[in-house]
């Protein structure tokens, strides 16, 4: 496997995806090759950044988190009783 074969299937290999030979190939690829290190780990640690905010990480400090939910609480509180299906 060269460079380029490794580049178009890092998504997969990524994702997770890959079984088999061409998993071995990537790995085997990506053990000698410095370049694709890089590349792999800049997208990777790209994916993973992206899966934390998705996953909704809060950004929040948690004093300002906790101030949030207590007006939104106290709001739905003092609005008309909620009502539950
Ligand atoms: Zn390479």
């Known amino acids: 496997m060269n ?3 490794f580049q178009l299937r890092m ?3 990524l994702d997770g995806d890959l079984i088999g030979k ?4 990537c790995r085997e690829h990506l053990r000698k090759c410095a ?3 890089r590349i792999f780990e800049s997208c990777r640690d790209t994916i993973a950044r992206f899966r934390r905010d998705a996953a909704g990480a809060c950004p929040l400090p948690a004093a300002l ?3 949030v939910m207590h007006t939104i609480q106290s709001r739905r509180n003092s609005s008309r009783p909620a009502s539950r299906p």
Do not use: G, Y
Request: one cysteine or more; glycine letters at 0%; hydrophobic letters at 20%.
């Open 35 to 37: 370049v694709c290190q």
């Open 65 to 67: 988190h906790d101030k």
């Open 11 to 13: 998504s997969e290999f």
């Open 22 to 25: 061409p998993l071995t190939e």
């Open 3 to 5: 460079c380029r074969q």
